[in-house]
């Protein structure tokens, strides 16, 4: 039996066990963290949130999936390093929300953005074991943005700090301004269209591997004083 908790309203901070449903309601747990960080954790099943804004020294954390509709979310850096995240061990969808963590915005299934705005400043926007796919927002990350299968871009405004990199799968940008400091790196194969792309650093790359033969840009605009590489 899921025991199930429904919030609804104003608080300071909420934490529990299983499946935390968080609705028109203002969360500030944004004071200084002393011996532990502020979390609010549904640690063994979902972490719904919608119509909220949230403000807390420390993360979002769920043992499956965390969705997140309609809400402005901060998370600041807590005692841990690795704190100031949002977290699904499961699937992480964000619609028509806006978030800003501090360390990093990470789902170990697939990611979904749609229509928000994320940024992360010290970390990365991460898929670790599946697709980060992003239609129609605006993404700052910090460091990095990785997917270990594809990542897919659609009008979209992308600033990364450091690789996008796709570990197993495709690229795929339609209709996005993508500007990226080191580089792009995909195994399989990269497909450009309708969008411009800004490479800048000085040892930056860009690569595509086992899908070379089937990549295409087509009706885009790359900035870049490095070699297409393959």
């Given at each position: 039996m899921i025991k199930r908790?429904?919030?609804?309203?104003?608080?300071?901070?909420?934490?529990?066990?299983?499946?935390?449903?968080?609705?028109?309601s203002k969360i500030d747990g944004s004071f200084a963290a002393t011996s532990y960080d502020n979390v609010i954790n549904s640690?063994?099943?979902?972490?719904?949130?919608?119509?909220?804004?949230?403000?807390?020294a420390g993360s979002l954390a769920a043992g499956k999936n965390i969705?997140?509709?309609?809400?402005?979310?901060?998370?600041?850096?807590?005692k841990a390093e690795s704190s100031g995240s949002v977290y699904a061990s499961g699937e992480l969808k964000i619609e028509d929300s806006e978030i800003t963590a501090d360390y990093r915005v990470w789902g170990v299934e697939d990611v979904f953005i749609?229509?928000?705005?994320?940024?992360?400043?010290?970390?990365?926007?991460?898929s670790q074991k599946g697709?980060?796919?992003?239609?129609?927002s605006d993404i700052d990350a910090g460091v990095g943005m990785q997917a270990e299968e594809g990542i897919f871009m659609k009008l979209?405004?992308?600033?990364?700090?450091?690789?996008?990199?796709?570990?197993?799968?495709?690229?795929?940008?339609?209709?996005?301004?993508?500007?990226?400091?080191?580089g792009i790196s995909a195994?399989?194969?990269?497909?450009?269209t309708d969008s411009v792309i800004e490479i800048f650093g000085d040892d930056a790359s860009f690569e595509f591997?086992?899908?070379?033969?089937?990549?295409?840009?087509?009706?885009?605009?790359?900035n870049t004083s490095c070699e297409l590489e393959s």
């Open positions: 908790a429904f919030i609804n309203g104003k608080l300071t901070l909420t934490q529990a066990e299983s499946v935390i449903d968080i609705i028109n640690s063994s099943a979902n972490l719904n949130i919608s119509n909220s804004t949230i403000k807390i969705n997140i509709t309609n809400s402005t979310i901060e998370t600041l850096q807590g749609t229509n928000s705005s994320v940024t992360t400043k010290k970390l990365s926007v991460t697709n980060l796919n992003i239609v129609d979209s405004d992308v600033v990364v700090k450091s690789i996008i990199i796709s570990t197993k799968g495709n690229l795929q940008i339609e209709n996005t301004n993508l500007r990226t400091e080191k195994v399989k194969f990269v497909d450009i591997g086992d899908g070379v033969s089937g990549s295409t840009i087509s009706n885009s605009t790359i």
